[in-house]
């Protein structure tokens, strides 16, 4: 079965960076755009960024465009999030999600495969 697995979270100071990572198995990870997603406490779930399948086309949440990078490596399965310039307002659960269709990411945001997250917390 399809597997969406997060790394990469962890403490850190205001203005600092991160790389979140996803390793994906159990499907043909060239043919799904991939995307990220965080969830706050008591927040709703919010889409940040998401990268095409070939990775020549990439969308940003507006209140992290400028500061996180999505990116992928098709030859390892892997999708990754550059987060820089971190806030006390990124603070969530940051977790990894797969679609076949760009617009299951990025309009309806209700993507197949969801991975279990990744906790990034940004102390002032």
């Known amino acids: 079965q399809v597997q969406l697995v997060e790394s990469g979270g962890g403490l850190v100071q205001a203005g600092g960076s991160l790389r979140l990572s996803c390793a994906a198995s159990?499907?043909?990870?060239?043919?799904?755009?991939m995307g990220w997603f965080r969830q706050a406490p008591g927040e709703k779930r919010e889409f940040v960024a998401a990268?095409?399948?070939?990775?020549?086309?990439?969308l940003y949440a507006g209140s992290v465009k400028g500061r996180f990078t999505i990116s992928r490596d098709n030859a390892k399965n892997t999708v990754y999030l550059q987060v820089n310039s971190l806030r006390p307002e990124d603070t969530a659960a940051y977790y990894c999600?797969?679609?076949?269709?760009?617009?299951?990411?990025?309009?309806?945001?209700?993507?197949?495969?969801w991975g279990q997250g990744t906790q990034v917390t940004v102390s002032s």
């Open positions: 999600a797969a679609d076949i269709l760009w617009t299951a990411l990025t309009t309806r945001q209700r993507p197949n495969y």
């Open positions: 159990g499907l043909t990870f060239s043919n799904y755009a």
């Open positions: 990268i095409s399948a070939s990775g020549g086309l990439t």
